[in-house]
T-cell receptor, first 107, second 114 residues
């Protein structure tokens, strides 16, 4: 079974503090994992994908196959990071999304 | 400009009416999807299509139907709207063979059934 779990529905941190959004997955094959973001009044869009090993807007995510995790991290949060974040797994036929985490950055 | 479009953006309608939510993409993608986004913002896949004349039901049972007569067009129809259908509906497209998983989303249709 393909499943993505984001244990935190809400996460609130202060500006300048480190941020970590958790994502765990269940998949029997070799996982292709992604983070999508939805800012207020904007479309859902791709933030980053693990295969690229890139850093976007200061965010990084490392795939840990041993712990089946793909946590999203940023060392210093900014107010514009406030958004809804979704972890997603490319399954055999479709993209499987986690439940989403609403991140709020307090000034 | 290559994009994915949804109309209407907002719709308020009475119970029992038939409605069609439009989704079109000019990205040349072969795969298209419909998601329902609940008030808690969780995404639920309700329909998908891998090409013309191909449609499948998603993970969330839905009373809606879809059609894919043209590659660029993937409309969703509710024959008889009910208050339980009130939600945000997102359309997405994806090209087979590119980086796996990148789906491009439309702006959404917010449906309210009174």
């Amino acid at each position: 079974a393909q499943r993505v779990t984001q244990p935190e529905k809400l996460l609130s941190v202060f500006k300048g503090a480190p941020v970590e959004l958790k994502c765990n997955y269940s998949y029997s094959g070799s996982p292709e994992l992604f983070w999508y973001v939805q800012y207020s009044r904007q479309r859902l869009q791709l933030l980053l994908r693990h295969i690229s090993r890139e850093s976007i807007k200061g965010f990084t995510a490392d795939l840990n196959k041993g712990e089946t995790s793909f946590h999203l991290k940023k060392p210093f949060a900014q107010e514009e990071d406030s958004a809804m974040y979704y972890c997603a797994l490319q399954g055999a036929q479709k993209l499987v999304f986690g439940q989403g985490t609403r991140l709020t950055i307090n000034p | 400009e290559a994009d994915i479009y949804q109309t209407p953006r907002y719709l308020v309608i009475g119970t029992g009416k038939k409605i069609t939510l439009e989704c079109s993409q000019t990205m040349g993608h072969d795969k298209m999807y419909w998601y329902q986004q609940d008030p808690g913002m969780e995404l639920h896949l309700i329909h998908y299509s891998y090409g013309v004349n191909s449609t499948e039901k998603g993970d969330l049972s839905s009373e809606s139907t879809v059609s894919r007569i043209r590659t660029e067009h993937f409309p969703l129809t509710l024959e008889s709207a009910r208050p339980s259908h009130t939600s945000q509906y997102l359309c997405a497209s994806q090209q087979t063979g590119t980086f796996f998983g990148e789906q491009f989303f439309g702006p959404g249709t917010r449906l309210t059934v009174l």
